[in-house]
């Protein structure tokens, strides 16, 4: 259980790092939406930006195939799968890890779970699972591109203790993408780089904080009460693996206003009613207002890293591990799309609710 | 849609502020749990701690009774069924209301929404919905305790810019439950309950942070990918009015951690295998550890002020408001025994389905 | 578990025959929807036809409140919960089946189940949980009413072993409410009657056909592969108690044609694309087709008799029971409009999961 | 929408009988079952019995893989993906079907609901969509297998008018696997040969009845109310495609007798309490009551005939069609292990829900 996310817009992802591949089952995509896999390969492509280029040497090629549910270029309607297969198995990288916890990843508590772990690769718990998420990311904007105009973008907020100078109001696709960190801030996104390449060769790796924006999203998407929208926004970032924090609007600072300073007074403005200030990012008593959604994740640092550790194996010894192989010291660029995703399945799900309740 | 939480420990509220009454129905809770109205009554009780006395005028007595699930004293397995009838609806302090959007309240949204809003206070958006979160609390515990040792503590951590000086390993219930405002830092407690006061006149509202602990919580609850346990208990978090930011573990202040400063080395304590610190706040992979749980919610200010506010009416006139009534300056001493009841949803619901695949 | 019905009109029943009361919570009812108690009672008060009162001594006056959900009339969108009262208990009636299964109730399963029972009627297994189905299928009805013209009717087709000449096409439902038995045939209906009193008369059950159509119902409802239409029509009315057989279109009569004689052959017909027969029932691939929806579900006579039986007690020793008390020897004519009920939910949840991929 | 089956082992098919290929994720599957590619191919391969050897001609290798969730021959509890190529892909004998609608197929229907449908072949409507279940179905024995004696046995009860004559009590799976027709009556069995094999020479089809049979059943599986077991089997069985009707015990027949004859008395019987009869079928109150559980599944004839037949093209023009290419007179035998997959996931699924509850 627990592999599938939303309620109408249904995605079930399945695969582990190694064997016969991974991908994604969408059902609930609604008909007549035209796809192909170019696009969403496209997508998939940006899961390894410039800066990765540097850091990881792990070539995924991730070829994705539609298997079903397309026809004549069109969605049918029915389940999509799609599928990548996995290329790049080298076992013997992870024999070692066969009997050995690796600290602060899944391997401990897979275990204590279901009695066995895929002990080649991270199985389940790793970044590969998200795959899944991003080609399913994919039909989920075009069933928003469908019915509303909203834009999801994220970016790169802070690495380490270094915070970008960012005004969400004014950040363009295009500045993300420029950018090998993922920063729209050019000069801190040098400095991030930097700081990555330093921690490349310490053997060490990074967290920071990634911040998603969701334009134009028509006020009316979200339930009252256990499923509100930030609701559903927070267990879709916190199911990101590495993750360990979720803001909406004025987060965690705004607990130091007052009500009357963190309150946002309504206004009209263009003939429509709006907020003038956005401290609630968005959404009030969990539905959209109209106003730009604006969420903060943090990433811890990646537990992967290549210095020496203590740990115990599985019969309870005291010993140490230091993993051979890849090691991206810094997995926020590489996140990025995988938060834009996860912000286009809540919004693509919630929106398909409205459209039975309303008909819009 | 969205007022129901769990998948097999199924609670659904139901209820507006003002009408027949507001209540829950749990489905799927085990057979064979002794339970009475008191024991649930008592913990209803606890959303009307000692600081709030001062605070708010609002009487609501608030009592459960048991209408079906229940027989001579235990479970039945079938639904269970609480209800606390409304007693104290006062329309006349909301008439004002019936063409006005609120600031930072759910008016607009709503109306934006489902076209209509029952403006006789919040509807479902009211804390009071939450009597029946608190209330399918109890039963969720009832389920824990009879499976496992888990203790849920919940506590003020911080109230606008004061944070108290708190070590979760030792936190006893008795010493939050003796704060008016329950935190267990007596010096931190006492310039609070000051903080309150003194907003209260000003007719203003503050927020804070609560931190809820579950300590001894079996290892191997949570699901991989989407059903994380963190995920899940963020968007329980989140789903309480007014939060606005969630942690887990090491939170936002872990993301300026290196890799080989927040990984927790495994080690060995009293023949088990234990983490030597805790930066994952227990959870790893999205799966317990058995290390304890700990979280952090954020709260802005209550949106209910006593100040005179900008803000536009349904025909789009800008116009002023201060609402009459009550106003409780600080819902945080309420809220702490909902953020309690939100952790043991979760936690019953996880170890209901972990008994479905290894029966435990 | 297992108490709530449907995927975006979700209904859950709750309440066992003694006790609080019973009721229901609506999740999922779209907003603007007219409503009042009156129209819920007119059709309670159907489940006591002229029949049952010859038969039936049970007063059984049924209140409905309207708990949440509505204001001024209408719907907001949010739960609504419908209430009845349990105002007969006579308890002492059951005290002799404290210790013994009766034969072909559920005593003896749910016991098998959950560890416990409550032996004060028959609990969840009573006729009297389908009072919240009935009262939830007003609103599936209005539901429908706002989005097209569909009509459900069901009438007794068959009791025992007398079969009504009934043209499905022709039936009003004026004459289905003037027959005491609600069987459309007036000369069957007499002969029922009939039948039922001499059963009284004989302290035994009889068994019947109820069919139910659905008229005008749109093309395009239903989902391929598991969610078939009539899938979920034949678990909504396998869920009613007492129930043993489903039947759609040519139902098992059907297994006897050849496919040459069985399919429906398309033509055109008022301009519009129709079958010129209907052995498919008005569902083709899962999927509704425009035609008359034709559906049979088989009752068994009820386990309750006023005859001696043999049975066993709980520890295990032989035994006979003769029930006390109330005993209703044919229960078709009451179960019709649960039958129609659940029709009306299947068809009003289907409706929005169409309304939610096309718009409509 | 509704292409999963199943709240805890939950079954999602996917694919069209033209494309990449069909298949299934099964998420919820307990870890630690032994499985492998060669024992869910058998079971497929009994899609194939000698009788459709004579009757049709379409080749389907069906090679089976696991891309992913099993390790090391092993569930690891993560989703198992279960993959059929399609590799038979002959669009040029769909060309015709582009613009005119089969009676009795689904085209007509799909194109109501989507607006667009896979004319090559019967897309999602296909019988190839059933090779995911079987699939699928060989999993949960696995799950049955490993926490009880559950033996489940299907064959077929009648062809055309041919009722064959069988004693559920004694039908061993044997002798269902020796007939061509899987039906256990060796005369029938010769007989029911005869008329398909007639049929196909005369271009047309056959229905009937299949029966299946759940012996060992643990007391106690099934929800009252809406999940009973009857009712999740009934939706199981009617959601195969060419399905008209179901009947559990009894069924239709029962509706001829009176209650004193129906009831099913208690009686003991090696130390455990029994019923007498089993007039319920196994179940009663929804719920299983450890006697045999008996249904029964009506087929229609099969809607593909090789007789030319009246039907309408997409713009209402009124026209001929005889399909070219395969056609299968009789599915019957084709549906048997079919209908033991849904069974399976039946019961699977209710296994598991108990052990929730109760723990087993």
Redesign the interface.
Known sequence: ?????G??F?V?????SH?????V?V??C???LTIDEREIQAELDRRRPGASRLASQRKERDRV???????EG?T??????L?VANEDARPEDYEALRDL?R????D???E???????W?GG???SAR?TVGRVAAGVLARKVLAKECEAEIVAYVR?I??LEAAIDPERVRIADVEKSPVRCPDPEASRKMADLIRK?KKEG??????VECLARKVP??????????L??????????I?A??????????A???????????????RE?R?R??TN???G????????ETIVARI????????A?M????SRD?K?TRIRPRGRHD?CVLPRAVPIVEAMAALVLADHL?????????
């Open positions: 259980m627990g592999n599938t996310f309620r109408l249904r079930t992802t399945w695969g582990e064997g016969g591949g991974v991908g089952v059902d609930g609604p008909p007549l195939r539609i298997l079903s549910g397309v026809f069109k049918l309607g029915t389940p999509i799968l599928f916890y600290p602060s990843h899944a401990f508590t897979y204590a779970k279901f009695g066995i772990r895929d080649q199985g389940r718990a699972e802070s380490h203790a921690a060490d790796s990074l967290g920071g904080v006020a009316g998407l979200g339930e009252p009460v256990f499923d509100k930030e609701a559903d926004l927070a267990k879709a970032f916190l199911s693996p993750t360990k924090g979720f803001e909406i609007g004025s987060g965690f705004g607990t130091r206003l007052k009500g009357s300073e963190h309150n946002d007074p309504f206004t009209m003939g009613i907020t003038a401290r609630s990012g959404i009030q008593g969990g539905i959209s207002n109209g943090a990433f811890k640092p990646t537990a992967t890293i210095k550790q203590e740990t115990v309870g005291i010291p398909l609710r409205q459209k039975a309740i309303r008909g819009r």
